[in-house]
């Protein structure tokens, strides 16, 4: 198999480990090329520091997709997080049109958390990034980003299993399209994903122990290796699991240590256990 080629379009935050300072060493580590198509340039990310830079690349990102167009560059992925503006997100969706070629299209919607919405998020994005959602082929909302989704308050979402898979399916699209809820706790001291398959029509959940803490860019640890796992070749559900097993395996190390949540995961020593064949990241022994 030749090393897939994924683009990554999320910003850059210098200090906070999310986005593509994620991204791009866990696809490294899966063995994935990443091609990152930067939507803002921060010093931090906007959760929990004060007085962060924004440099805001809408006007570069055009200029970069000609280039690549010109290049006649192909992704086996097409994968979307984080965004800068409101004009950004139909640079995205031109983007996801003239790139998705074959490849998998997974869109983040990165709205918000804890019920929430980001600092930088207008209600316009907010609406633009559900447009946005409707080009992928999967996405991975958390809880506050489905209820924003499906315009509903975040209060009022359905509780309980029943509610997580109303959740789910309302989302889909009528099957059309694949959903990994993240944050999804269907028994107490457990937490994972709900997923949604479009290719098979089945909601299946995956499920690992919860970690009593919550740490920065968590989702974006989880959205990376599920894109990796996807380009890899695996199923949903394997994809999910092995993102879950990843996250709580990087949660469980960064509660030990009794590092600050604005800093993310402690990530790096562990990303030896992505370099195996897709099905060991799955493996219990994470
Ligand atoms: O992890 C999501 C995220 C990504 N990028 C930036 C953020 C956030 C969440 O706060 O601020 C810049």
Redesign the pocket.
């Given at each position: 198999m030749s090393t897939p080629r994924v683009t990554a379009i999320?910003?850059l935050?210098g200090f906070?480990r999310?986005?593509l300072t994620v991204a791009l060493p866990i696809l490294s580590a899966m063995g994935v090329q990443c091609c990152p198509l930067p939507t803002?340039f921060?010093s931090t990310?906007?959760?929990g520091f004060e007085g962060f830079t924004f440099l805001d690349m809408t006007k570069e990102m055009p200029r970069i997709a000609r280039h690549w167009k010109e290049l006649a560059l192909r992704f086996d992925a097409v994968y979307s997080?984080?965004l800068g503006s409101a004009r950004q997100i139909r640079v995205v969706e031109d983007f996801i049109r003239d790139f998705r070629g074959d490849g998998v299209v997974v869109v983040d919607p990165?709205m918000g958390?804890g019920g929430a919405v980001?600092?930088?998020y207008t209600p316009e994005m907010c609406e633009g990034m559900a447009r946005l959602a409707e080009q992928a082929d999967v996405i991975t909302p958390n809880l506050t980003e489905a209820a924003l989704l499906l315009g509903v308050p975040y209060r009022e979402l359905p509780a309980g299993a029943a509610g997580l898979r109303a959740i789910v399916e309302r989302l889909s699209l009528e099957g059309r399209r694949s959903v990994v809820l993240t944050g999804a706790s269907l028994a107490p001291g457990s937490t994972g994903a709900l997923c949604f398959d479009a290719a098979t029509g089945r909601t299946e959940a995956v499920q690992t122990r919860r970690v009593d803490r919550d740490f920065?860019?968590t989702?974006?640890v989880f959205s990376s290796v599920l894109t990796g796992a996807l380009v890899r070749g695996a199923p949903l559900k394997e994809a999910a699991r092995a993102a879950a097993e990843f996250v709580r395996a990087c949660a469980e190390r960064t509660a030990a240590e009794n590092l600050p949540m604005r800093e993310g995961v402690d990530f790096e020593p562990l990303l030896g256990l992505l370099t195996g064949p897709a099905s060991a990241i799955s493996d219990d022994s994470l």
């Open positions: 999320h910003d935050s906070g999310c986005s803002a921060l990310h906007t959760g997080g984080f990165v958390d980001y600092r930088t920065h860019g989702g974006d």
